[in-house]
C-alpha cells in the first residue's frame, strides 16, 4: 500500500468512527501535510481518495468536508420482458452509467479510469500557458479542422505506427464520441443499416437508435475478436452501409484483431465498398512495446474513418478527439461545424502544449504498466474469489475485461444487487440490441489496485449464490 | 485613433513598403516597447491588428513573422438556379464563412465579433485556476448537465431577469449551437415540420435539412420581427412541431420582439402545444440598461427551451452554452450525453470561476458600450457611402444590422467582388431556404471602428453600380 492509501485509510477510520460529524470541516492539507509529516501530493492524493471513496466532499477554494452518509441505492428496474430491443437500450444505459457515478461506489461498471492516474497538474499548466499564449484570432480560424499545431503532433503519431496521415484531414473534436457520432452521420440516411460488434460499445447502439438507422449485430469472439465470417455473410445478405468497430483492445471485451485479421477486415469492406469507422480510443493504453497498428493502417481507398481520443490516456474531461475520415473528411469536417462548431480553442491549444513538451511518453509508459498491474491484480481477484470455470479475457491493454460465468446468471440481477453493496458492474446485456450476454458481465480495472477492489470482487462471488442472480431459466 | 492602431498602422506602412521581406521576424514585443515607449498591451494588441489585417502571422513561443502577400481569392461559385433549396443552403452559407475567415479581410460578412473586445488575459487566469484546482473526480461527476457552480452562475443570471430557472435543469454544451440542435433532436423526428424566421439563422436552416424535417419560413419584419399573424396561419395550416426563433437582436435583422409580442407568442405556442426553441445568443449584449426578457419569461407550460452561450458576450472560442429546456430537460440531458458526452471539464470550471471573480458585469458594460458606438459609426459610413434610399436596421443590442438596398440587385455577385477588394459581406441569400433577399445584406459591426471598416463601406458603395451587381430582372 502507498503511503496516501494508508493516510487515506487512517482518516477514514477517523470519520467512519463518528469523531467527525457530517458536513463538519476537514483538516486542511497544510495541517495534514504537519500532522502526519507527508508531502503536499500525498496529501492531496489521501484527500482524493477520500472523496472517491464517498467519505469528504471538496468545495471549491474552501476545502474537504465530511460526507453525509451515503444514502440507500435506488435500484434498477428490469428490463421487462417482450420491450423492443432498439427502444430501450438506452434506458438500461443510462441506469448503469448513473450508478456507477455514485460517489462511495467501488466502480467496476465504470467507462472510466481513474482520474488519479492522469498528469492533471501538468495538463493545467499547459491549458494556462496556452490560454494565455493562444492568438485572439484562433477562435476564428481553429474553426473545423481546428487547432493546426495539435494536429501536426497527431500526425506525426500517426507516423510512428506507419500510418502518413495528412494534418488537413485531421478534424479535431469533443471527444472519440462526437467523432464517431459524425462519421456515422457522415455516410448514412435514416433506415440505412449498420454493422456494429456483439457484445460491443453500447453508443454505437444508442447513435444507431437516435439516428433512425438499423443494426446488423457481428459476433465477437472473446480470444480472436470480430468474426469475419459472419460479417462478409451479413455484407453479402444485407446492404450495409457502414461499420463501426473497435479493433485494438474493444469494449467491452478487452480483445484485439491481429494484423492480418484486420487487413482481411479492410479487404472484405473494400470489396463491398463499405466504410469502416474505426474506434482505437484505447489503442494508447498498449502493454506490448508497440501500438497496434489500427485497420486504417491497411486502407488504400480512403474507406477507414478513424477515430482516436485523448480521454482515456491523458486528458479525462477535457473532451479533445478527433477523427481521420478518409474521403469523407470534408463531408465530416462540415458536420463539426453545423453541430458544435469546434472543440474548446484553448484546450486544443493546451493538449498541444502538453503533447510538445509535457512529456506525454513518459507518461504513457507510467499509465501503461499501471494498467497491466492492475489486470493482473484483478485477475488474481477473480480466480480468488470467483467460481471456477469463471472465463475471463487478459487484455493487452485498455482497462476493461470480460467475465462469462459457466452457471447461468442474471446479469441485470447482479448489477442491482451489487450496486446495494456500494459495487457496480457493468452487465451484459448492455452491450447488444437484443440484450443477450446475461451471464456476461464487464469489469473495470482501470483503478489503483486496492483491499477495497478486492473486496468488491468477493462480494461478486457471494452474490452469485444470490437466488435473484441465478438464473431461472 | 487609440495608440494601438496608430502604432499598428505605423507597422503596416513599414511592411507594405517591401522593408520587411516576408517570412522575415517582426521586432519583439520587448523591442518594440522599447522602440515606441509604450506599454506592453498596446504592443500586443498593435500586434493583433497586424495579425487580423493578414500583414502578420504568430509563431507560438517564437514571435511574429511578415506575412507572405495574400493570395488572390477564390471565386464563390454562383448558385445555379433551379438547384433545391434544401441541398445548396449549406454550400452558400459554407463558401461565405470560408470567404470571411481569410485573414486580411475586412469582416463584415463574418458571425464573429472581434476577438480583441473580450477580457481572454483575464479568463486565461481563471481557466489555468480552475483547471489546477477542480476536483479530479469532476471528469466524472461533472457529467451533463454540467459543472454546478456553473449552472448555478447562469441560475443567478436568470434571476436578475425575473426567471427562476433551477439550476438542476441547465445543460451546460458546446456553445449555443450545440443546445440549440439538441433541442431541435428532442422534439422532431424526420420529416416533422418546423417554423423558423424569413430572413433567420443559416443554421437552423443546416439543422432541419440535415436531420431530415422540413421548413416553414414565418416572415420578420425589419422594424417589429416575427410575424405573428403569419406564424398563426401557419400553425393552423401545418402541423408544425416545433419554432426555432430569435427574440432578441435577431441573426440577420437585429431586430427585437416587444415584450408583448413575445407573450402572445408564448400564448400562441401553448395553445397548439407547440415548443419554441429560443435562441438568445445576443441578449446580454443590449445597449439599453435592462436585459429584455426573452419569450421564456412568459413560459407556464415549460414549453419554451432557451438557449444561451458565452460565446457572444464573454469567451468566444471557449464553446460553452446551455439550454434551459423546460419539460424537455431531460431528454436533452441523454442527447448530449450521448452525442458529445459533456462540455469540456476544466473550460465549465473557467467560466465559473470568471463569472464569480473576474467580473462580469464591469466587462459586460464595455463591451455594450463598445457595440452601441460601432453602430452609430456604422450607420453614419452608410449614410455617407451607400445610395439614399438604401434602409437599415439600427439594432438595440448585438452586432449585426440589415440591409435593404432600393434598387434591386444581385448580393452574391456583391459578395463576389467585394471579397476581391478585401471586404466581406453575408449576402441575404443565405438565410432563407428559398435564397430570397437578394438585394439585402447583413453587416457585421463587431469590430472596433477603424478607417479600414469606413473605406470597406465605401467600396461597397463603388460596387454597387458594378453591372453584375445591378440586377437584370
Redesign the interface.
Known amino acids: 500500500m502507498t503511503r496516501y492509501e494508508l493516510l487515506a485509510q487512517t482518516m477514514a477510520a477517523e470519520i467512519r468512527s463518528g469523531n467527525l460529524a457530517p458536513g463538519s470541516r476537514m483538516p486542511s492539507l497544510r495541517q495534514i501535510i504537519a500532522q502526519h509529516g507527508v508531502s503536499q501530493s500525498t496529501a492531496t492524493r489521501a484527500y482524493?481518495l477520500l472523496?472517491?471513496w464517498g467519505l469528504v466532499r471538496?468545495e471549491?477554494?474552501s476545502g474537504y468536508y465530511v460526507a453525509p452518509p451515503s444514502k440507500p441505492a435506488r435500484a434498477v428496474s428490469r428490463a421487462t420482458p417482450g420491450d423492443s430491443a432498439t427502444v430501450d437500450i438506452?434506458e438500461l444505459v443510462?441506469s448503469v452509467?448513473d450508478a456507477a457515478?455514485r460517489?462511495g461506489i467501488v466502480p467496476l461498471g465504470?467507462a472510466?479510469p481513474s482520474?488519479?492516474l492522469?498528469p492533471?497538474?501538468r495538463?493545467?499548466?499547459s491549458?494556462?500557458?496556452a490560454?494565455?499564449?493562444?492568438?485572439?484570432?484562433?477562435?476564428?480560424?481553429?474553426?473545423p479542422p481546428g487547432n493546426e499545431?495539435l494536429r501536426r503532433q497527431i500526425a506525426l503519431r500517426y507516423m510512428r505506427v506507419g500510418i502518413s496521415q495528412p494534418a488537413e484531414d485531421i478534424i479535431i473534436?469533443?471527444?472519440a464520441?462526437?467523432a464517431l457520432?459524425l462519421c456515422l452521420?457522415a455516410v448514412t440516411?435514416?433506415g440505412d443499416i449498420v454493422a456494429v460488434e456483439s457484445p460491443g460499445f453500447y453508443?454505437a447502439l444508442?447513435?444507431i437508435e437516435?439516428l433512425?438507422l438499423r443494426a446488423v449485430e457481428i459476433p465477437v469472439d472473446t480470444q480472436t475478436g470480430l468474426d469475419l465470417d459472419a460479417l462478409a455473410e451479413a455484407l453479402d445478405r444485407h446492404p450495409v452501409r457502414a461499420c463501426w468497430f473497435m479493433t485494438n483492445f474493444q469494449n467491452p471485451t478487452g480483445v484485439t484483431l491481429s494484423a492480418a485479421k484486420k487487413e482481411a477486415l479492410v479487404d472484405l469492406l473494400a470489396k463491398h465498398e463499405v466504410p469502416l469507422i474505426e474506434d482505437d480510443v484505447y489503442g494508447e493504453l498498449h502493454y506490448a512495446p508497440n501500438y497496434p497498428p489500427p485497420a486504417m493502417a491497411f486502407d488504400r481507398h480512403g474507406l477507414v474513418m478513424h477515430c482516436g481520443s485523448f480521454s482515456k490516456n491523458l486528458a479525462?474531461?477535457?473532451?479533445?478527439g478527433w477523427a481521420s475520415a478518409g474521403r469523407f473528411a470534408a463531408r465530416v469536417q462540415?458536420?463539426k461545424?453545423?453541430?458544435?462548431?469546434?472543440?474548446?480553442?484553448?484546450?486544443q491549444?493546451g493538449i498541444a502544449d502538453y503533447l510538445e513538451h509535457g512529456g506525454y511518453e513518459r507518461h504513457l509508459k507510467k499509465i501503461r504498466l499501471a494498467m497491466q498491474h492492475q489486470r493482473d491484480a484483478m485477475i488474481e481477484a477473480i480466480r480468488r474469489w470467483l467460481p471456477e470455470g469463471t472465463q475471463y479475457t487478459r487484455p493487452e491493454g485498455g482497462y476493461f475485461l470480460w467475465l462469462t460465468f459457466r452457471e447461468p446468471i442474471d446479469a441485470m440481477a447482479l448489477h442491482r444487487l451489487a450496486i446495494e453493496r456500494s459495487v457496480s458492474v457493468a452487465p451484459g446485456p448492455i452491450f447488444s440490441a437484443s440484450h443477450a450476454f446475461e451471464n456476461c458481465i464487464r469489469l473495470n480495472y482501470g483503478h489503483p489496485w486496492s483491499p477495497r477492489i478486492d473486496e468488491a470482487i468477493r462480494t461478486l462471488g457471494e452474490l452469485l449464490v444470490h437466488p435473484d442472480v441465478r438464473a431461472q431459466s
Open positions: 482524493y472523496e472517491q471538496a471549491e477554494r438506452s443510462f452509467l457515478k460517489p465504470s472510466f482520474p488519479l492522469f492533471l497538474s495538463l493545467a499548466k491549458l494556462g500557458q490560454a494565455r499564449s493562444v492568438s485572439p484570432w484562433s477562435t476564428v480560424v481553429d474553426l499545431s473534436t469533443n471527444g464520441l462526437e457520432n452521420m440516411q435514416p453508443a444508442q447513435a437516435r433512425g479525462p474531461g477535457y473532451r479533445v462540415r458536420l461545424l453545423m453541430t458544435t462548431i469546434s472543440a474548446s480553442i484553448p484546450v491549444a
